[in-house]
């Protein structure tokens, strides 16, 4: 039998993240520790010590900062870094993701602190098991994975990217309780083609450019392999790849090993759930309802397939629901008769005349939700929500495009143009609006609502793979979570305040789907919602 490690004493203590309390070591552990004199006297408790991290972070005004704090906290005291974050999640989430994480992915060899997460570069093809091998955990659970290429809207960022993985971990962790110590946050670095990084002496990622074809989806496969040989329980959530990689990516292991996409997948669920909430309001079935998409890339495509996947679970034929998800791109409405099309579009190609304008389109499929997500602003004219509100009593208008400057249109557009009458989502937030007398309340279509919630599930289930139904059942879990209340005020999302709440119960909706489908390597407890909550992390320092 081998002896447990001699437990740390003195800074090695204060130095490990996973140990360190900080302030809040009691005296006996000072004593037992060898910490006496290494810390002021006082003791404190782990609510003081959030109250004075809220005070530091409340007082700065910039962003970026409150994320660097944010960050060597993490470095330093993780039970600390967690209670912050889930004592205010409203507050930390932009920070810790985005659209902070952005700006800090940009500057990222410019602000570069702590080692946090693996790098393996294309040039050590060959040795990635052994390099992978390197990380200093045995059980690896979760894995968020980029290629840098195209971070949020801000396109290629090259090893920068690692912001990424790190802060959507951090939101496994803070919004569903997946513990962090399982988490694995991954950047493949093939190159970058974004000149300013290659030309700036402290860029931090290999200084070539990306590789592509043949060879890149050679290490792609190798880092599959070794991640399957090291942690075969280990999901694997690629995040923030270029479109061209990132459908045949998904196509490529989604039924080979435990993996999805939340960029493709995450952005669909929660589209549908808004929809979904949205019938709370309208009375309106999901196989009532036609969909226009504005945009009709890997966002729309994603979402149009689900919302008809979502159809056919209530009976439709699949060909009939993808027809109710129409799409409309820069050349105009997807018929059969174009020829320009991509084969993810083709499923949702009309058999009717072109039409080339959008309000046209509007007025020819006499559709009930307008989904825009064409990167583009201000699609969503005055001309179109009121061509909306005129075919609609309640017309579904959800603006996706991020960041806010990009929005289709704004809350404010929406209401006003609609005479108060449109249920309104968008990708990112707006603030409420006071439209005559009346108070309305904007959801933000946010994807942390679906993917810490799968991956919690995933996690607790030990689930083999992750399928399309699961986004379904997340979906429809998360509209459950609105109050009657939320959408009195418009609010078609749960507020993001009980972002943890809402979480465990799609985690454990999930959960159910996962062994109804046969693919848990746990055994079904005859309590689902004990098995999420016992797996949760909670942020209390270890005894
Ligand atoms: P993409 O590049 O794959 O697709 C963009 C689509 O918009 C293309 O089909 C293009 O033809 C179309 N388009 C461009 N200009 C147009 C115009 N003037 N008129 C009509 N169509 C036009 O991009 P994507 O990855 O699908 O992302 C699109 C947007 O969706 C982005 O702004 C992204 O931030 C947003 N998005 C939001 C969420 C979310 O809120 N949860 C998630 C993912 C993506």
Redesign the pocket.
């Known amino acids: 039998m081998t002896e447990a490690p001699p437990p740390l004493r003195g800074y090695a203590r204060l130095r490990d993240p996973r140990l360190n309390k900080g302030t809040a070591f009691t005296e006996a552990e000072r004593r037992a520790y060898g910490l006496e004199g290494l810390l002021p006297p006082a003791v404190t408790n782990i609510e003081l010590q959030v109250a004075r991290r809220h005070a530091e972070i409340a007082n700065l005004d910039d962003d970026l900062q409150k994320y660097l704090v944010l960050t060597d906290l993490q470095a330093r005291n993780e039970t600390l870094f967690y209670a912050v974050l889930m004592s205010d999640p409203a507050t930390y989430m932009p920070l810790v993701y985005t659209p902070t994480v952005g700006e800090a992915c940009q500057k990222f060899a410019h602000i570069y602190r702590e080692a946090r997460g693996m790098y393996l570069p294309i040039t050590a093809r060959g040795r990635i098991r052994d390099v992978l091998g390197n990380w200093p955990q045995r059980d690896v659970r979760f894995i968020v994975v980029t290629d840098g290429e195209r971070i949020l ?1 801000l396109g290629d960022l090259g090893a920068g990217g690692m912001g990424i993985p790190i802060g959507k971990l951090a939101l496994y962790t803070a919004c569903a309780g997946v513990p962090p110590q399982y988490c694995l946050p991954v950047v493949l670095d093939v190159g970058t083609n974004n000149a300013a990084l290659l030309d700036d002496p402290l860029y931090l990622g290999l200084r070539q450019n990306r590789v592509r074809g043949a060879e890149y989806m050679e290490f792609v496969d190798e880092f599959v392999d070794a991640v399957q040989a090291l942690y075969p329980k280990c999901c694997i959530q690629w995040e923030d790849f270029a ?1 061209h990689n990132a459908i045949p990516i998904l196509a490529r292991y989604r039924d080979k090993v435990c993996t999805f996409n939340d ?1 493709i997948q995450g ?1 669909a669920a ?1 589209a549908l759930a808004g929809i979904l909430a949205a019938e709370r309001i309208t009375g309106m079935k999901i196989t009532d309802q036609r969909l226009l998409f ?7 495509t994603g979402i149009a397939e689900l919302i008809s996947q979502a159809m056919a679970r209530e009976g439709m034929d699949i060909a009939e629901a993808r027809r109710r998800n129409a799409l ?4 105009g409405l997807i018929v059969s008769s174009r020829t320009d099309l991509a084969d993810f579009q083709k499923p949702f190609a009309l058999d009717r005349p072109p039409v080339a304008h ?1 309000v046209e389109a509007i007025k020819a499929l006499r559709p009930t939700a307008i989904i825009g ?4 602003p201000k ?1 969503f004219t005055h001309e179109v929500v009121a061509a909306m509100a005129e075919i609609n009593r309640r017309p579904i208008i959800f603006p ?3 960041p806010t400057s ?1 929005s289709e249109c704004s809350a404010e557009e929406a209401y006003r143009w609609s005479d108060g009458r449109a249920i309104f989502a968008s ?1 990112s937030p707006f603030p409420p609006v006071e439209i005559g007398g009346r108070h309305f309340v904007p959801g933000q ?3 942390v609502y679906i993917f810490p919630a799968v991956g919690m599930a995933v996690f607790a289930t030990e689930a083999a793979r992750v399928t399309e139904d699961m986004f379904v059942v997340a979906a429809r879990a998360v509209a459950e979570q609105v109050s009657d209340t939320d959408l009195a005020t418009g609010l078609i999302y749960p507020p993001q305040s009980r972002i943890l709440e809402a979480s465990l119960y799609v985690a454990e909706r999930v959960a159910a789907c996962i062994f109804d489908q046969g693919l848990a390597r746990v055994k079904r407890p005859a309590d689902i919602a004990e098995l999420i909550r016992a797996r949760a992390y909670r942020p209390v320092y270890p005894e």
């Open positions: 809207g479109n960029d952005t929660v504005l945009g009709g890339g890997s966002a729309g409309f791109d820069i050349n959008f997500v064409s990167a583009v699609l996706y495009s991020n990009r990708g279509g946010n994807n």
